[in-house]
């Protein structure tokens, strides 16, 4: 049984950071590409970073420069390190993993991202 379990969330004031944590069970954790989605109020689920397995990191335009994503296999955990966050990026952030080979995808059950003054 896959489970992605996200923590990390919050309210956080414009131009600060949080750090977000997505442990990994039921999978072979180091041959997975992770990623980070977020899906904001009235608006569809968007790619934030992914990472794969060999390391290579792939990051949203909006959040280039300031986001961060890394992952600890002998932790099964995926990071993702949020700097000078700004109001647009309040979102519910999902942690997803993704298998080689097969169009599978497993998500976690999400967790609230509040940038605010």
């Known amino acids: 049984q896959v489970q992605l379990v996200e923590s990390g969330g919050g309210l956080v004031q414009p131009g600060g950071s949080l750090r977000l944590s997505c442990a990994a069970s039921g999978i072979i954790f180091s041959i997975y590409t992770m990623g980070w989605y977020r899906q904001a109020p009235g608006k569809s689920r968007e790619l934030v970073a992914t990472?794969?397995?060999?390391?290579?990191?792939d990051y949203a335009d909006s959040v280039k420069g300031r986001f961060t994503i890394s992952r600890d296999n002998a932790k099964n955990t995926v990071y993702l390190q949020m700097n000078s966050l700004k109001p647009e990026n309040t979102a519910v952030y999902y942690c997803?993993?993704?298998?080689?080979?097969?169009?599978?995808?497993?998500w976690g059950q999400g967790t609230q991202v509040t940038v605010s003054s």
């Open positions: 997803n993993a993704r298998p080689p080979f097969v169009e599978i995808d497993y």
């Open positions: 990472i794969t397995s060999g390391g290579s990191t």
